[in-house]
């Protein structure tokens, strides 16, 4: 099993930056691909981010070139820096990791989600 905990959320104004941080926790780790999602008020979740183990990235149209996505594998961990933030940024922002269950199932973990706030 692995275990995602987010941090870096808060309130920032509009232009303002902000970096979000998840850790993966659990046994035997093997980590594929992790990304970042995000949900806002009556929208659906929606990709934001994601890197592959090998360091390949890929991200939504909207956040291109406003947000970067790494990952320190040595800490199983994954950042997204978040430049120029704009209001409709807003949303809780949900970490993903795909990773190998078994020699042949792979599965998803879910972090809990980091409130992400942008003022006009």
């Known amino acids: 099993q692995v275990q995602l905990v987010e941090s870096g959320g808060g309130l920032v104004q509009a232009g303002g930056s902000l970096r979000l941080s998840c850790a993966a926790s659990?046994?035997?780790?093997?980590?594929?691909?992790m990304g970042w999602y995000r949900q806002g008020s009556g929208r659906q979740r929606e990709l934001v981010a994601v890197?592959?183990?090998?360091?390949?990235?890929n991200y939504a149209d909207s956040v291109k070139g406003r947000f970067t996505i790494s990952r320190d594998n040595a800490k199983n961990t994954v950042y997204l820096q978040m430049n120029s933030l704009k209001p409709e940024d807003t949303a809780v922002y949900y970490c993903?990791?795909?990773?190998?269950?078994?020699?042949?199932?792979?599965?998803?973990?879910w972090g809990q989600g980091t409130l992400v706030t942008v003022s006009s």
């Open positions: 659990g046994s035997g780790l093997s980590i594929n691909t």
């Open positions: 993903k990791a795909n990773y190998w269950y078994s020699e042949f199932i792979r599965l998803d973990a």
């Open positions: 890197i592959t183990s090998g360091g390949s990235t």
